[in-house]
C-alpha cells in the first residue's frame, strides 16, 4: 500500500517511446536540412575565393603598378599557363628555377644586359596546417586549357557538369584570357642629327641593316621560362616603328642596333660590326595597352 500522498507512477510504453523518438528525429531532419542552405552557401564562397586566388596566381595582382613587379604571377614568370594548380606549388620539371641571365647585346665582351627568368613559386599562399588546393566541397579544381586561355573551375556540390546544373550545383568558373597577361611592344627608331642632336630618322646604306635585339622569356621560342635574345628586324624604310604584339607581361629589355649585315641575310653573324646601337631599355610590360619605347641610335 502506498504511502498517503503518493500517486502511482507509469514509465513510457515502448509506443509512446516510439512516437518521441519519431519525433525527435523529424525535428532533427528539419533542423539539418534547414543549416543546409547555410553550409552550401559557405562552400561556395570559399570556392570562389580559392578560384579568384587561382587567377591572381596566375596573371598577378591586377592592381599592381608598373613599379611592382614581384608578383607578376606564373605566366609572366615562365611564359607559360599552369596545368594544374599543383603546379602553382611546386615547380614542374618543363621549368627552370630562376636564374638570372646575363647578355653582351653589343657584342663588346662586356655583360650588358641582366634579367631574371623562370618559376618563382609557390604563387600560393595558404594559412597555418593548409598545403592542398580544394574547394570548398574539398575537390580540387579542374583546369581547361585554350589557345593562350585557361579557365579554372569547382564543379558545385554535385561534382559534375552535367544537368541539372542550378543552385549550388552549378559550376563556378574563373578565365584568364591573353588579354589578362599581354600587351603590345612598341617599338620605334631614331638617328641622331650630327648638327643640331635632333631626332631623325635612320639612313642606312649598302648592306647596313636595322634591328632590335629584344630578351624576354622564352623570346626565341623557348617553353622553360628562360630569357632568350630574339633579334627583330626593322624595315630600312617606311615608319622605322615595329609593333611586337602577344607580348607577355613583365621586364624585358631591348636595344636597338644598325649592323653590316654582310652575309645579307637578316642575322647578326659573329663577325659582323655594329655601326650604331642605342641604350638597352629596361621595359615593365602592361597587359591590354601598347608599351612604347623609343631608341636614338648613336
Not at 587561382?54 to 615562365?78: C, H, K, Q, Y
Amino acid at each position: 500500500m502506498l504511502p498517503l500522498g503518493y500517486a502511482k507512477s507509469h514509465g513510457l510504453t515502448l509506443l509512446e517511446l516510439v512516437v518521441v523518438l519519431g519525433i525527435l528525429a523529424a525535428l532533427s531532419t528539419v533542423a539539418i536540412r534547414s543549416l543546409e542552405p547555410v553550409a552550401d552557401q559557405a562552400r561556395y564562397q570559399q570556392s570562389q575565393k580559392l578560384l579568384d586566388e587561382l587567377r591572381n596566381a596566375v596573371v598577378g595582382e591586377s592592381n599592381l603598378s608598373a613599379s611592382n613587379v614581384s608578383a607578376m604571377g606564373f605566366v609572366a614568370d615562365t611564359g607559360a599557363l599552369p596545368a594544374n594548380a599543383h603546379q602553382l606549388l611546386q615547380r614542374p620539371v618543363s621549368l627552370i628555377d630562376r636564374t638570372l641571365h646575363v647578355f653582351d647585346s653589343d657584342r663588346d665582351t662586356v655583360q650588358d644586359v641582366q634579367l631574371v627568368g623562370g618559376w618563382n613559386g609557390p604563387y600560393l599562399q595558404f594559412g597555418a596546417g593548409r598545403n592542398d588546393v580544394v574547394d570548398g566541397w574539398g575537390r580540387a579544381p579542374t583546369f581547361l586549357s585554350g589557345l593562350g586561355s585557361l579557365e579554372m573551375l569547382s564543379l558545385g556540390s554535385d561534382g559534375d557538369s552535367t544537368s541539372p546544373e542550378d543552385g549550388y550545383r552549378e559550376d563556378i568558373i574563373v578565365s584568364v584570357q591573353s588579354t589578362d597577361y599581354m600587351g603590345t611592344l612598341v617599338l620605334r627608331l631614331f638617328a641622331i642629327d650630327g648638327l643640331n642632336g635632333s631626332r631623325v630618322d635612320p639612313s642606312p646604306t649598302g648592306s647596313q641593316q636595322l634591328g632590335v635585339l629584344c630578351y624576354a622569356v622564352n623570346a626565341a621560342g623557348g617553353t622553360t621560362g628562360a630569357i632568350e635574345e630574339q633579334l627583330i628586324v626593322i624595315g630600312n624604310s617606311g615608319s622605322f616603328e615595329y609593333r611586337r604584339d602577344n607580348t607577355i607581361k613583365g621586364t624585358l629589355a631591348v636595344r636597338a642596333i644598325l649592323w653590316n649585315d654582310v652575309n645579307n641575310d637578316d642575322v647578326l653573324d659573329i663577325g659582323e660590326s655594329i655601326v650604331n646601337k642605342s641604350i638597352v631599355h629596361y621595359v615593365t610590360v602592361q597587359a591590354r595597352v601598347d608599351n612604347r619605347v623609343e631608341m636614338e641610335l648613336r
